[in-house]
């Protein structure tokens, strides 16, 4: 997986549009064997794509936060990570997974206690 930075201000969100669970994308169970959820990209250039989220690691002295992700299925020939349409998209899609997230309380934010 390849680790990227995602802000959401500045030149890399100047794309932002709103996307929607079960519109735009959905979330789909992994296999038995591992933990997680795939995300299967449902419109747009990246069609029937299927992602997995890796790390996430916020930066707050620099305002980012850094993501890996890679591609489980496509149905574009030779398509990888290192796409950088596909990691907007990866992004903005993030982007809307942690919004919903934070407004429907299914993710919670805490304080980092400093060493």
């Known amino acids: 997986m390849i ?23 959905e979330l789909t169970p992994t296999d038995e064997s591992e933990y997680g959820w795939n995300v299967r990209i449902l419109k747009g ?31 574009i020939e030779d398509l990888t990570e290192t796409n950088e349409d596909l990691q907007k998209e990866a992004g903005n899609i993030l982007n809307s997974i942690i919004e919903r997230g934070l407004q429907d309380g299914s993710i919670v934010t805490t304080e980092r206690k400093k060493n």
């Open 3 to 25: 680790d990227l930075k995602f802000t959401t201000a500045g030149d890399y969100m100047e794309e932002t549009k709103e996307y929607q669970e079960n519109v735009e994308y």
């Open 45 to 75: 250039s990246f069609v029937e794509t299927i992602i997995r989220y890796g790390n996430l690691a916020a930066n707050e002295k620099e305002d980012y936060l850094s993501f890996s992700f890679k591609v489980i299925q496509s149905p």
